[in-house]
Antibody, heavy 122, light 111 residues
């Protein structure tokens, strides 16, 4: 069974930093592309960042480019999101999501973690 | 404003069919068949219901189906059941700047 477990969320002041982690199990982590998707309270889903299976390709949403960094450690089956210069509008539940297996083309998220809440406020 | 446009809400009675539309552009939905749909119940993580326009993941009911025409994709739920009441999101991606896109979400109410 595929499992994605996020951690690292919490309350942080504007301008602060936070590092989210996601531990994967139940599949061959290094074979899959991964993403972060967020959802502000009461709002819709927003894609945040993508990383290829061996980190060869990385994409960011315009709203986080230059402030957030996605990374992964395939030896540890872990995905990360380093968030710097946080703003109130970054307040959201952040989901770790599995993308496609590395040799397939496409764009969808077939497994989701339970999410971790990031609140940016004074 | 979301990149993909969905109706804010739809409703239907048990046993009926409903369709949710998702409008994009020739730079996203219109460029390939990588449209997906997600169901989200309150307080829960989203669940993949349809991928590549019309394919159902294992375990998803055949009552859910997807289609696409030009720059607009659609999700149809037939034989509505009470447990279908949820928020539904479409998703695609741009090819120019390679970023993910979601619709604003549609709240389905089963009357």
């Amino acid at each position: 069974e595929v499992q994605l477990v996020e951690s690292g969320g919490g309350l942080v002041q504007p301008g602060g930093s936070l590092r989210l982690s996601c531990v994967a199990s139940g599949f061959t982590f290094y074979d899959y592309n991964m993403n972060w998707v967020r959802q502000a309270p009461g709002k819709g889903l927003e894609w945040v960042a993508y990383i290829a299976s061996w980190s060869t390709t990385i994409y960011y949403a315009d709203s986080v480019k230059g402030r957030f960094t996605i990374s992964r450690d395939n030896a540890e089956n872990s995905l990360y999101l380093q968030m710097n210069s946080l703003r109130a509008e970054d307040t959201a539940v952040y989901y770790c999501t599995r993308g496609l297996i590395r040799y397939k083309s496409g764009w969808h998220f077939d497994s989701w973690g339970q999410g971790t809440l990031v609140a940016v406020s004074t | 404003q979301s990149a993909l446009t969905q109706p804010a809400s739809v409703s239907g009675s048990p046993g009926q069919s409903i369709t949710i539309s998702c409008s994009g552009t020739s730079g996203d939905i219109g460029v390939d068949n990588y449209v997906s749909w997600y169901q989200q119940h309150p307080g829960k993580a989203p669940k993949l219901m349809i991928y590549d326009v019309s394919y159902r993941p294992s375990g998803v009911s055949s009552r859910f189906s997807g289609s696409k025409s030009g720059n607009t994709a659609s999700l149809t739920i037939s034989g509505l059941q009470a447990e279908d009441e949820a928020d539904y999101y479409c998703s695609s991606h741009t090819t120019s700047s390679t970023r993910g896109l979601f619709g604003g979400g549609t709240k389905l109410t089963v009357l």
